[in-house]
């Protein structure tokens, strides 16, 4: 089976769906139990698989694990999508950031990731065979100045990809690391400029689409072509070139929160 992760809105759900299309039977793991039976079942009716969901909520760090667990004990997982994320509410300056936001981010972007991997892994190694997808951020590329917990976390998902990469080539584990740029999600809400889909800004289906072709392709790819192409004039500049543009991105979008919300911007 494919274990998903975030799996009731955005890429993670048409990611899954996109697994379905090709005959795959799927887990489905998120926080709101309405919304994965919900999805559970537009997806066993559209693609006639086998549907499993486990409701956890990965903000509450490590007590959620044993419970996940237990519901994939005896489940043959080929690949796992680590896509569970969480973004800021709006761009802020770090003292700005509440301290349960901040403990939540390290929870979902980088907890999860790493402990759902570990549960994974001893079954994968047994079977000499699997896959790990981890979905990062192309926020990684470089420090993102009022995003800063959430670039950092995007980081450290790069760093621990190409890490286990290495460990596990000898176990024929595919570990290969996802950085979409901007997508039409949920996530980026806080800007009316990323809730239009374009051809640079793919809706999450689109996206979902272009990212599960690449599986056992590349090990390290934006995951949509277009996203590709941005990358490789993003990474033309230098490092702290790229940090202004991002500052000034961020400064942007945080415009467009208060203006939206009808407030000054601080």
Known sequence: MIVVTGSTDGIGKEYAKELAKRGLNIVLISRSIDKLNKIASEIEQEFNVEVKVIQADFSKGQIVFDHITKELENIEI???????G?????????TEVPESTVWDLVNVNVGATTHMTK???PGMQKRKRGAIVNVSSSAELQPMPLLAVYAATKSYIKSFTEALRIEYEEDNITVQHLFPL???????????????????????????TNAVNTLGMVDHSTGYWAHGIQHFFIR????WIRTLIGEFMTHSFRSDYFSKKGLKVE
């Open 86 to 94: 969480m973004q800021y509410l709006y761009p802020m300056y770090i």
């Open 236 to 239: 033309l500049p230098p490092v």
């Open 182 to 208: 901007f997508v039409n999600t949920k996530m980026n809400a806080f800007s009316y400029k990323l809730q239009e889909t374009t051809l640079f800004v793919p809706d999450a289906k689109m996206y979902a």
């Open 78 to 84: 080929g690949i796992l999508i680590n896509n569970v």
């Open 119 to 121: 549960v994974v892994l």
